[in-house]
């Protein structure tokens, strides 16, 4: 395990240009400051990681952003250093999880894509940056998705809707929380502003 100290490693400035760049305006590409906590070789809990996370962002969604905050495979062991465990894929397996942040652009005509747009293209570039999402979409359902996880939703700014089969549909605004098991779902926003999500992902079975 390697040692660490929270004294030796995070000094008073460091705080200030964490706290200096922390998100100010959800939604506007702003990176979003991540405290992660640990332990050291004697076992104490330490500050382990004190960072700005940037957002990531795809051609094929203009104006969406995704924070990939945190996630594992499997179940942690403590103690631990407060290393990010392993994870590639952004949804996770059975027993794994995932904790982000993710905005909603406004259903405009800013949102649209080019008539010459490069799906394929888009595509890769989705599969590098955000691994397994689009294998997730539905083509023929624009926004659409399922995926075999239980997903703790909260709204942080924004109005959004969230779409069920059918067509069922709730409006959700900030301080609103969604448990979604499972479900096909797609994000709709009918608004002018971006809404902005928290997000717990975690690993289900599906019979």
Not at 167 to 183: F, I, K, S, W
Request: proline residues 6%; hydrophobic residues 40%.
């Amino acid at each position: 395990m390697r040692a660490s100290s929270s004294r030796n490693r995070f000094t008073d400035r460091n705080a200030l240009d964490c706290r200096e760049h922390q998100l100010t305006n959800l939604g506007g590409s702003m990176g979003v400051r991540r405290v992660v906590t640990g332990h050291n070789d004697e076992g104490k809990a330490i500050f382990a990681s004190d960072e700005i996370v940037e957002p990531i962002t795809l051609e094929m969604l203009p104006g969406a952003e995704w924070f990939t905050l945190w996630g594992g495979d499997e179940a942690p062991t403590f103690p631990d250093d407060g290393s990010m465990p392993d994870h590639t894929t952004y949804f996770p397996p059975l027993g794994g999880f995932r904790f982000g942040i993710f905005t909603v652009q406004p259903d405009t005509a800013d949102s649209f894509l080019p008539e010459n747009f490069n799906l394929e293209a888009a595509l890769a570039e989705a599969d590098e940056k955000l691994p397994g999402m689009v294998d997730h979409l539905e083509i023929e359902n624009i926004g659409m998705h399922t995926t075999d996880t239980v997903d703790y939703e909260f709204v942080i700014s924004g109005e959004v809707v969230l779409e069920l089969d059918d067509g069922a549909e709730v409006t959700l605004r900030p301080g609103d929380t969604v448990v979604q098991n499972g479900t096909r779902h797609a994000w709709r926003n009918r608004t002018d502003k971006p809404a902005v999500l928290v997000v717990v992902l975690v690993g289900a079975k599906r019979a």
